[in-house]
Structures are given as C-alpha cells and as structure tokens.
C-alpha cells in the first residue's frame, strides 16, 4: 500500500508508515510520534559529508546531519541547476548564479 515518512519525535530517525495511520511507534526508542493530518512538506538531500540521506522540512536553509554533524547547504529545485562537467562529462549541480563550477572529481572549472 501507499506509505508515508516522518521524523521519530524522541529520536530523529526516519520512520515509514501506512497511509492512514493516525501514530508511529519508532521501532528504536519506542516514542510514539502522532501523524499530523497536514504536516509540514518534506524534501531531501545528500549529507556532504557521510552521504547519509537527509530528510528536513522545505524551505530551511541549512540542514545539519545527525550522523557526523556536517552543516548542510539546503536550497529549493528552483534555487540550483545542473550542467555536464567539461572534463569528464559527470553531471555537476550548481547555485543559480554562479559564473563557474569545479568538479570534484577531476578538478575541471566549467564555465556557467
């Protein structure tokens, strides 16, 4: 069936639910989180430093990994672009306006 996410109110970690369940017992902490029927939307990103998936609410501008601590860069879809590095053709994402991006892998400075 269809599932929905949220974050465990005692312990922050990730739980996954059924659609129309009103509580979520976190199988970790026991803390039972109620589901609000409207809550808040959720978006996702790539930890820079762990590469652990990060769940936060949309719109915060930084999200902070409880793995390793790593302050992360938050920003909308409407906020970043991509383009193909010019050395080794891997896909970069970049901040609306900036003039150039480095690859992290092979160094190369793309010009926007």
């Given at each position: 069936g269809a599932q929905s996410q949220l974050i465990c109110s005692g312990c922050r970690t990730l739980l996954i639910y059924p659609h129309g369940a009103t509580n979520v017992r976190c199988a970790?902490?026991?803390c039972i989180?109620?589901?609000s029927p409207q809550g808040p939307e959720m978006a996702q990103l790539v930890c820079g430093g762990c590469r652990t998936l990060l769940l936060y609410i949309r719109g915060?501008?930084?999200v902070q990994c409880s793995c390793c601590h790593t302050?992360?860069?938050?920003?909308d879809a409407n906020?970043?672009?991509h383009v193909n590095c010019g050395g080794c053709s891997t896909t970069l994402v970049y901040a609306f306006g900036?003039?150039?991006v480095?690859?992290?892998l092979c160094q190369y400075i793309t010009p926007i």
């Amino acid at each position: 069936g269809a599932q929905s996410q949220l974050i465990c109110s005692g312990c922050r970690t990730l739980l996954i639910y059924p659609h129309g369940a009103t509580n979520v017992r976190c199988a970790l902490c026991s803390c039972i989180t109620p589901v609000s029927p409207q809550g808040p939307e959720m978006a996702q990103l790539v930890c820079g430093g762990c590469r652990t998936l990060l769940l936060y609410i949309r719109g915060a501008t930084s999200v902070q990994c409880s793995c390793c601590h790593t302050v992360n860069v938050a920003m909308d879809a409407n906020q970043i672009a991509h383009v193909n590095c010019g050395g080794c053709s891997t896909t970069l994402v970049y901040a609306f306006g900036a003039q150039s991006v480095k690859c992290a892998l092979c160094q190369y400075i793309t010009p926007i």
